[in-house]
């Protein structure tokens, strides 16, 4: 048991299935009281009742206030993980401008609401937890998919304002960035997923483990993938070695499509 969880109150966003139903399955089994949020009301309640949580359908940035009803006025840890990948179109092509919307208020303003909703019952008492899923494409880029690889840089960066700017006052954040798991949204990367992610993508479950694994060691960047960390280094050590390597897979995918 993770001692650091045990009977906090959790909020799972994008809970109804992949990644999001792996961490609601873990704090509950971890003896945490989960609230399992998605947009699918189904697909929650299903999460909910195999764990004994609580379902909560909606919006990821609208459910604070009925999450902390839920749970008798107190949000310990917030997870959110809730995300969308969009191609939004190449250069060239017509933009599509409601993808790139759509992914700056799932994978960024989401978190940014939820954050200023939770953070002055959490600095008022000096103790919370933000859990923010981010992706590898947040660390390093993405080929085939500017908003998403856009946006989560933009997650990843915000989660790194939270921890440095709180993180004396008693505020815990982690930021998962995990390349291919098996999910929903893996299926749906094309050509682009099916080189790039799916030769060494791993179950949600994993994904699970590494955060988990992480809370005890209590680390902001949890890498599923441990390989990433060097790919991260070797971005920021040679900047433009790693644009040529990813500009050779990038135009590996085009020969392919």
């Given at each position: 048991m993770?001692?650091?969880v045990q009977g906090a109150k959790v909020v799972v966003t994008g809970a109804g299935g992949g990644i999001g139903a792996a961490l609601a399955r873990?704090?509950?089994?971890?003896?945490?009281?989960v609230v399992v949020n998605?947009?699918?009301?189904?697909?929650?309640?299903?999460?909910?009742?195999?764990?004994?949580g609580h379902a909560l359908a909606g919006d990821a940035s609208s459910v604070v206030d009925e999450a902390r009803d839920v749970l008798?006025?107190?949000?310990?840890?917030?997870?959110?993980n809730a995300g969308v990948g969009r191609d939004g179109g190449e250069p060239?092509?017509?933009?599509?401008?409601?993808?790139?919307?759509?992914?700056?208020?799932?994978?960024?303003?989401a978190h940014v609401r939820a954050a200023h909703a939770l953070l002055p019952e959490w600095l008022e008492r000096g103790s919370g937890r933000f859990v923010s899923t981010v992706s590898?494409?947040?660390l390093l880029t993405m080929i085939g998919t500017a908003p998403y690889s856009v946006t989560k840089h933009g997650a990843y960066a915000f989660a790194e304002w939270l921890s440095l700017t709180y993180r004396h006052r008693g505020v815990k954040v982690h930021a998962?960035?995990?390349?291919?798991?098996?999910?929903d949204m893996l299926d749906a990367s094309g050509s682009a997923g099916d080189l790039v992610l799916k030769p060494t993508a791993i179950e949600p479950e994993d994904v699970a483990d590494a955060l988990f694994d992480g809370?005890?060691?209590?680390?902001?960047?949890?890498?599923?993938?441990?390989?990433?960390?060097?790919?991260?280094?070797?971005?920021?050590a040679d900047p433009e070695r790693w644009l040529g390597g990813m500009n050779g897979v990038q135009r590996q995918w085009e020969a392919t499509r």
């Open positions: 993770v001692q650091a873990r704090f509950a089994a971890q003896g945490a009281r998605d947009l699918d009301a189904a697909r929650a309640k299903a999460v909910a009742e195999e764990i004994g008798d006025g107190r949000v310990d840890v917030w997870c959110a060239g092509e017509p933009l599509r401008e409601e993808d790139w919307a759509l992914s700056w208020d799932v994978n960024v303003m590898a494409a947040g998962i960035c995990p390349q291919g798991v098996r999910t809370i005890e060691q209590d680390r902001f960047l949890i890498l599923p993938h441990p390989e990433v960390a060097e790919y991260y280094r070797a971005r920021a």
